[in-house]
């Protein structure tokens, strides 16, 4: 298994991806055993200091940048030959695992990466690799740096340290600074086909085939829901109740019960995720500050400033989760019109809801394509209320009122 098997779908990034792996391990070798030297690359190297990789939702540019990581760190003797990036020796499984010294994985389930974390990782890249290679640091939500953290890291990526690699994930260019983006080379990941998103579900986390088939193609091409849907029969009961929306708007009453429901839905989805992490995060910090786990024993003077923070951060977490569950929900709803509109244009094109048919033929029938593309803007219009911050419910509840007038 090579590091690059659970890229989807980007034959031409893990060509690029893996010929620079090529050319930095050469400057490595070059370089000798000491990790403060900087390689000098030559001019047809295609190996760089700063990566950003960008593609729509779902396309992998997380696992694309890991992969990367991996390759960078590959100790096989057999690289030489076949390349770096085997998934087999310990540079490749501790870097995809998350345990490797040189590898920093940098993801957030918060609003926003402020300035203290980002001078945190600043820090962090200036050290020489403790292995002699590379200091990796993989940001993943690059997009989400605030306008002073991304001030921060533009000093850090113009002057980079000799042996340390960027990594940043976004998903268009435009979501980060142009000043970065401008120091960083570019990598445009595509959607993954249906057909091989439904492969890896298989054969990465065996599922069913059909299910993995319907789940694919249901999420589009987006590998990591379409692994929850097909996994989590929750998840699954609320993509269902979701498409159900269209038919419940009849009225005005319906509207905003639909809204409410759809809000609740999130809500629920977001105390879900707290149930299963919140507990185990405060339990370890209650442990690490000398609270035996479990037995709601009295904290040590002096560490309440700690666990304050922690919930602090559960409670920016929650908000966070509760959003991208919500937009979850809209990007199903987009989907369900957009299959109207083909219906509608007598299009050939894969429905995503094809196991919604008859709801979807019920609502084609009832409107023109007009006014399903309307439809379409009022739920554009919704996800673009909640980046504003608009009150949930407030902006949902104006989006139901438009699916019914259309």
């Known amino acids: 298994m090579a590091v690059w098997d659970d890229l989807v779908g980007q034959d031409r990034v893990i060509e690029q991806l893996a010929a620079a792996a090529r050319d930095a391990d050469a400057l490595v070798t070059a370089a000798g055993p000491d990790a403060s030297a900087a390689p000098e690359a030559a001019g047809a190297s295609r190996m760089t200091h700063a990566w950003l990789f960008t593609g729509p939702p779902g396309s992998g540019r997380a696992t694309a940048a890991r992969a990367f990581a991996a390759a960078l760190q590959c100790v096989s003797p057999d690289r030489a030959t076949g390349g770096p990036g085997c998934g087999f020796c310990d540079g490749c499984h501790t ?4 345990t490797h010294a040189d590898v920093e994985i940098v993801r957030t389930d918060l609003l926003s990466i402020g300035v203290k974390e980002t001078r945190d990782l600043v820090r962090r890249a200036q050290l ?6 590379w200091q990796v640091i993989v940001l993943e ?16 990526v113009e002057e980079p340290a000799p042996r340390t690699v960027w990594l940043l994930c976004a998903p268009s260019l435009e979501d980060v600074l142009p000043t970065i983006r401008s120091r960083c080379r570019s990598l445009t990941l595509r959607t993954p086909p249906t057909a091989a998103v439904a492969d890896i579900l298989v054969r990465r ?35 269902a109740a979701v498409l159900k929306m269209p038919l419940r708007v009849a009225d005005m009453g319906g ?69 991208d569950s919500l937009d979850l929900a ?56 909640l980046d504003r911050n608009v009150a949930p419910l407030l902006a949902v509840e104006a989006m139901a009122v438009a699916l019914r007038a259309g």
Do not use: W
Request: glycine fraction near 10%.
């Open 95 to 98: 870097s995809l695992v998350g």
């Open 128 to 133: 020489s690799p403790a292995g002699g290679r």
């Open 141 to 156: 939500d690059a997009d989400r740096l605030t306008e002073g953290a991304g001030n921060v890291l533009l000093k850090a």
């Open 205 to 239: 986390d065996g599922i069913e085939p059909e299910l993995a088939v319907r789940s694919a193609r249901a999420t589009q091409g987006h590998i990591g829901r379409a692994r929850r849907l097909a996994t989590d029969e929750r998840a699954r009961a609320r993509r």
């Open 255 to 323: 509207c905003l019960k639909a809204a409410q429901e759809l809000i609740d839905a999130a809500a629920e989805d977001a105390k879900q995720v707290a149930e299963e992490v919140d507990t185990k995060e405060t339990e370890e910090l209650r442990a690490a500050l000398g609270a035996a786990a479990g037995t709601g024993g009295r904290l040590p003077r002096g560490t309440a400033g700690a666990m304050k923070e922690l919930q602090d951060r559960q409670k920016r977490r929650a908000t966070r989760t509760q959003r």
């Open 330 to 385: 809209l990007t199903d709803l987009t989907g369900f019109y957009r299959d109207v509109l083909a219906i509608q244009l007598g299009s050939r094109v894969e429905l995503a809801n094809d196991d919604a048919r008859d709801a979807l033929e019920r609502v084609a029938r009832g409107s023109g394509p007009e006014a399903t593309l309307r439809r379409i803007e009022a739920i554009t219009a919704c996800r673009q209320a």
